[in-house]
């Protein structure tokens, strides 16, 4: 229906239509990120709903350098991680020295596990923990990167990064567990 050149110049000029058909292609792979990096789903819904509000209200400073969807992702990611600063010192996450050592088991317990199952796990982490594990693993920031974004230490970042893993770890054996009954 239409380019991506006219659908960006049609949601500049806020032509409703446009900014319907670019929504909706867009949205979907956005609420998967929403949804990674959000407590809950209604969270997920305010980074979304934030989010699309700044890329419509940002979409003409676009320079078509890069994709179109990779722009609007790192937009909801800047949300998300917005979001996550506002309400951090409404956070009762255990301080990382105060969390139990676990150990780290290497396994294959990933292989049987579905994205729906594995994304209940990941929500499931500690906000400092789930933030660090989406933007160092699955949005590929470098740890200076996030100890930038995040406003924490390097060392913060990978000391939650490991964390995160090792209670992802612990969570799978439980999941192992109990199918084994």
Avoid at 110 to 125: M, R, S, Y
Avoid at 145 to 156: A, F, G, K, W, Y
Wanted: hydrophobic content about 35%.
């Amino acid at each position: 229906m239409f380019s991506e050149e006219e659908l960006i110049q049609g949601c500049i000029e806020q032509n409703a239509k446009a900014q319907e058909y670019f929504y909706k292609r867009y949205s979907p792979k956005m609420y998967g990120v929403c949804l990674r990096f959000a407590k809950n789903q209604m969270e997920a819904d305010d980074i979304m709903q934030e989010g699309f509000i700044k890329v419509f209200l940002n979409l003409k400073s676009f320079r078509n350098e890069g994709s179109l969807e990779g722009w609007i992702r790192r937009t909801i990611v800047n949300t998300a991680i917005n979001l996550y600063k506002k309400n951090i010192k409404y956070q009762k996450d255990i301080e990382i020295d105060q969390a139990e050592g676990i150990q780290n088991h290497e396994s294959g317990a990933f292989d049987n596990l579905c994205a729906e199952e594995l994304l209940k796990l990941i929500t499931e982490l500690p906000a400092g923990y789930r933030m660090v594990f989406n933007l160092n693993i699955i949005e590929g920031y470098t740890h200076k990167e996030i100890s930038q974004l995040l406003d924490i230490s390097e060392n913060t970042s990978k000391s939650q990064l490991s964390r995160a893993r090792q209670t992802l770890q612990r969570k799978l054996e439980e999941l192992k567990n109990k199918e084994k009954f």
